[in-house]
């Protein structure tokens, strides 16, 4: 037999138990019962109409053997426990219209209202913080090359993200004052035993357009945003990644294509986790690159000029735009041919010259190709040509050089294993300064 | 509900240790109660197990057994003072009511 489901926007908050048990009636007599609910939606499975009783509760009934005692007692009493939200409120119905309700202590109630409600106000508001403390850090308030590495926004996905969290932030702070007001209200009327204040319908449907109108916002921004990427090739995976990462895609909507009775299910929680396996593998598969191990040259390593590395070289200092990264002072060394080999990201008389040492060949292949993409935006019109291959590019890594009396030398790199990095890097100059 | 408040037990809490004399648990107590109060008390089921807990961790109720997911209750000694003190209470309270009533249709007449 097909079992259908359906997960909807709760269009209730925890602060209104009256009207989301009234909502939960009202979908269980047009035929569908409660199976979860989480902080804004809720699932809920097909079946015949029924016209039950339901109860939202908030007694802190905390851990398993808790829940489980006192799911027991209210079962003894008629009311059958249908799940726990992701808020901490409990839902319970029941078959007999005059079972005794949960609650018949004002206070107690209040009081049960009062540690729900603030143990996950906290936890949304600490959240927010991570968020906000997230996105000012992607805004590039702090520019040090490392966080630039962990957050920068290069791409038009990741600016994308920022502003959805900026999005979500502004989402949260208002149902966070949303929740308050409610919380305040209902916790005055619960302890006078009042009936707890009604909420407009008009309230209640802005609210679902607004959760709704934020959802698709966002699939639409995150999805036209990878588009734009994927075309203006700010995006450009390693085929291995490609292939990792469309084997994951397709293991996820293999999963939402299996049906829940094959193999009790299992079916499709092996193609979820296995999908998702894959899609981890393909970001993972570019970690390497980010490992920042620095390498010290000492006075008795050989002198490296900048004239012995790339012959013709010139050392300019300029201004420039990377990407979207805003604009900043950079050095750079130019080969003959104007092309731009080296950049300084700290100050003073260091630059650094640009090579990468990658963990796979597709990785290399990548960062080969992006080097050559960027050089030609930067340079428009001019032919570019790498000075390495990918048996290079394996193992290169990003080293620096610090001007002294007037020439370049090596001062240290900062990619890789310090002492593998040392002898490959020695080795490589050797290999370059022999290229013609 | 503040420690304070145990001092004075608010209705539900008075018979629930009422029925607590024998051991019982959380849903024995609840028709107990409403059956030995003819229906006027009727203690729900979160807030029996709001209150099973807050006496259990004050160490008025000990848990004497289990019988599957239900635990049973037992009044501890320090649950048996704190009844026995809140039924001298009511008794003062009912004496003192008697005595000023007397007092009073004395003074009419």
Same mark, same amino acid.
């Given at each position: 037999?097909?079992?259908?489901?359906?997960?909807?926007?709760?269009?209730?908050?925890?602060?209104?138990?009256?009207?989301?048990?009234?909502?939960?009636?009202?979908?269980?007599?047009?035929?569908?019962?409660?199976?979860?609910?989480?902080?804004?939606?809720?699932?809920?499975?097909?079946?015949?109409?029924?016209?039950?009783?339901?109860?939202?509760?908030?007694?802190?009934?905390?851990?398993?053997?808790?829940?489980?005692?006192?799911?027991?007692?209210?079962?003894?009493?008629?009311?059958?426990?249908?799940?726990?939200?992701?808020?901490?409120?409990?839902?319970?119905?029941?078959?007999?219209?005059?079972?005794?309700?949960?609650?018949?202590?004002?206070?107690?109630?209040?009081?049960?209202?009062?540690?729900?409600?603030?143990?996950?106000?906290?936890?949304?508001?600490?959240?927010?913080?991570?968020?906000?403390?997230?996105?000012?850090?992607?805004?590039?308030?702090?520019?040090?090359?490392?966080?630039?590495?962990?957050?920068?926004?290069?791409?038009?996905?990741?600016?994308?993200?920022?502003?959805?969290?900026?999005?979500?932030?502004?989402?949260?702070?208002?149902?966070?004052?949303?929740?308050?007001?409610?919380?305040?209200?209902?916790?005055?009327?619960?302890?006078?035993?009042?009936?707890?204040?009604?909420?407009?319908?008009?309230?209640?449907?802005?609210?679902?357009?607004?959760?709704?109108?934020?959802?698709?916002?966002?699939?639409?921004?995150?999805?036209?945003?990878?588009?734009?990427?994927?075309?203006?090739?700010?995006?450009?995976?390693?085929?291995?990644?490609?292939?990792?990462?469309?084997?994951?895609?397709?293991?996820?909507?293999?999963?939402?294509?299996?049906?829940?009775?094959?193999?009790?299910?299992?079916?499709?929680?092996?193609?979820?986790?296995?999908?998702?396996?894959?899609?981890?593998?393909?970001?993972?598969?570019?970690?390497?690159?980010?490992?920042?191990?620095?390498?010290?040259?000492?006075?008795?390593?050989?002198?490296?000029?900048?004239?012995?590395?790339?012959?013709?070289?010139?050392?300019?200092?300029?201004?420039?735009? @990377?990407?979207?990264?805003?604009?900043?002072?950079?050095?750079?060394? @130019?080969?003959?041919?104007?092309?731009?080999?080296?950049?300084?990201?700290?100050?003073?008389?260091?630059?650094?010259?640009?090579?990468?040492?990658?963990?796979?060949?597709?990785?290399?292949?990548?960062?080969?190709?992006?080097?050559?993409?960027?050089?030609?935006?930067?340079?428009?019109?001019?032919?570019?040509?790498?000075?390495?291959?990918?048996?290079?590019?394996?193992?290169?890594?990003?080293? @620096?050089?610090?001007?002294?009396?007037?020439?370049?030398?090596?001062?240290?790199?900062?990619?890789?294993?310090?002492?593998?990095?040392?002898?490959?890097?020695?080795?490589?100059?050797?290999?370059?300064?022999?290229?013609? | 509900?503040?420690?304070?408040?145990?001092?004075?037990?608010?209705?539900?809490?008075?018979?629930?240790?009422?029925?607590?004399?024998?051991?019982?648990?959380?849903?024995?107590?609840?028709?107990?109660?409403?059956?030995?109060?003819?229906?006027?008390?009727?203690?729900?089921?979160?807030?029996?197990?709001?209150?099973?807990?807050?006496?259990?961790?004050?160490?008025?109720?000990?848990?004497?057994?289990?019988?599957?997911?239900?635990?049973?209750?037992?009044?501890?000694?320090?649950?048996?003072?704190?009844?026995?003190?809140?039924?001298?209470?009511?008794?003062?309270?009912?004496?003192?009511?008697?005595?000023?009533?007397?007092?009073?249709?004395?003074?009419?007449?």
């Amino acid at each position: 037999m097909k079992v259908e489901e359906k997960r909807v926007w709760l269009p209730y908050r925890m602060t209104e138990p009256e009207e989301l048990a009234a909502y939960f009636e009202k979908m269980s007599a047009e035929g569908w019962q409660p199976v979860s609910a989480g902080r804004y939606t809720a699932k809920f499975r097909k079946s015949r109409p029924r016209t039950l009783r339901f109860c939202v509760d908030f007694t802190p009934a905390s851990g398993e053997e808790a829940l489980q005692r006192y799911t027991a007692l209210c079962a003894d009493a008629g009311w059958r426990f249908r799940l726990k939200a992701r808020d901490g409120w409990l839902l319970f119905s029941s078959k007999k219209p005059d079972a005794a309700p949960l609650q018949t202590d004002p206070k107690l109630a209040a009081r049960s209202f009062s540690r729900c409600f603030w143990g996950n106000f906290t936890d949304s508001f600490f959240l927010l913080l991570l968020w906000g403390g997230w996105s000012l850090l992607d805004l590039g308030i702090n520019r040090r090359e490392i966080v630039r590495y962990l957050s920068g926004w290069d791409t038009m996905l990741e600016l994308c993200v920022v502003l959805l969290f900026a999005l979500v932030a502004l989402f949260l702070l208002g149902n966070a004052a949303g929740n308050l007001a409610g919380y305040v209200s209902a916790r005055r009327a619960m302890k006078d035993g009042a009936r707890l204040p009604e909420i407009s319908q008009k309230a209640v449907r802005r609210r679902v357009r607004w959760r709704r109108a934020l959802a698709w916002t966002a699939g639409i921004l995150l999805a036209g945003a990878l588009c734009y990427d994927i075309w203006a090739g700010n995006v450009r995976p390693a085929w291995e990644q490609w292939l990792s990462m469309g084997i994951g895609a397709a293991g996820i909507a293999g999963g939402f294509a299996c049906k829940r009775r094959w193999l009790e299910g299992l079916a499709r929680k092996f193609c979820w986790g296995a999908g998702a396996l894959f899609l981890a593998l393909g970001v993972l598969l570019s970690y390497p690159l980010y490992r920042m191990e620095p390498v010290s040259f000492g006075p008795d390593d050989p002198v490296i000029t900048v004239e012995m590395l790339l012959p013709g070289a010139e050392l300019h200092q300029d201004e420039r735009e @990377y990407g979207h990264t805003p604009l900043y002072e950079r050095w750079e060394v @130019y080969q003959s041919g104007s092309v731009p080999v080296s950049e300084n990201l700290a100050e003073g008389e260091t630059v650094s010259f640009l090579a990468y040492r990658a963990a796979t060949e597709g990785i290399a292949r990548r960062l080969a190709w992006e080097e050559a993409e960027t050089f030609r935006s930067l340079l428009h019109g001019t032919a570019v040509e790498l000075d390495w291959g990918i048996d290079e590019a394996l193992w290169i890594g990003d080293f @620096y050089l610090v001007l002294r009396d007037g020439e370049a030398v090596i001062a240290y790199t900062d990619f890789g294993e310090p002492e593998e990095r040392r002898e490959l890097l020695l080795e490589t100059l050797a290999k370059i300064r022999r290229a013609p | 509900m503040s420690r304070e408040q145990l001092q004075n037990l608010t209705e539900p809490m008075y018979y629930l240790l009422l029925a607590m004399r024998t051991p019982r648990h959380g849903y024995d107590a609840m028709q107990f109660i409403q059956s030995a109060t003819g229906g006027r008390v009727r203690i729900g089921a979160g807030t029996m197990y709001a209150l099973l807990s807050r006496f259990e961790k004050e160490k008025i109720l000990t848990p004497a057994a289990e019988e599957g997911r239900r635990k049973i209750y037992r009044l501890t000694p320090k649950g048996e003072a704190l009844l026995r003190g809140e039924m001298d209470r009511l008794r003062m309270l009912l004496a003192d009511a008697e005595r000023m009533e007397k007092e009073a249709d004395e003074h009419e007449s």
